[in-house]
């Protein structure tokens, strides 16, 4: 059977847990035409780039699928039938791939500390440090008053 990765974006206004229960129903739609879903991962609420059915933020999930293409064009149909998906793509891959999608290694990178940049802490505030020589310090004029001087 071919190979197939799905991207559907579900409402804004449901609930992680729903974005499940309905992702359980079209793994069950796959299964029933003879297919089978081999990886679903969660991507979280995510932005938008434009506003979809006055939609600014979507929860995202993917599908690797193994199935027949009937069963891909039944799955399609139920998703432009619920009103709770925004859109969806589906595209045939040669090979499926094991472990996490780029977007869930991205995030894993996201959430690592930023120690690694080296620590600026012992760095004095700018206005403190001594111009670089041949760099013309910037002249601040004097208040007296309340009044430039």
Do not use: C
């Amino acid at each position: 059977m071919p190979f197939y990765e799905n991207v559907f974006i579900a409402r804004q206004d449901v609930s992680a847990a729903q974005v499940e229960v309905l992702a359980e129903s079209f793994a069950g739609i796959v299964a029933q035409a003879g297919g089978k879903v081999t990886k679903r991962e969660y991507w979280g609420l995510r932005n938008l780039a434009y506003r979809v059915k006055k939609n600014r933020k979507g929860h995202y999930m993917l599908f690797n699928l193994d199935a027949p293409p009937a069963a891909v064009n039944e799955l399609e149909r139920n998703m432009r039938i619920n009103e709770d998906v925004l859109r969806y793509l589906t595209v045939r891959v040669e090979a499926l791939e094991e472990g996490p999608s780029a977007v869930m290694q991205n995030r894993d990178r996201g959430d690592r500390d930023r120690g690694d940049r080296g620590d600026r802490g012992d760095r004095r505030p700018r206005f403190e440090r001594e111009p670089r020589e041949g760099v013309i310090p910037e002249i601040i004029p004097e208040v007296e008053g309340g009044e430039v001087a």
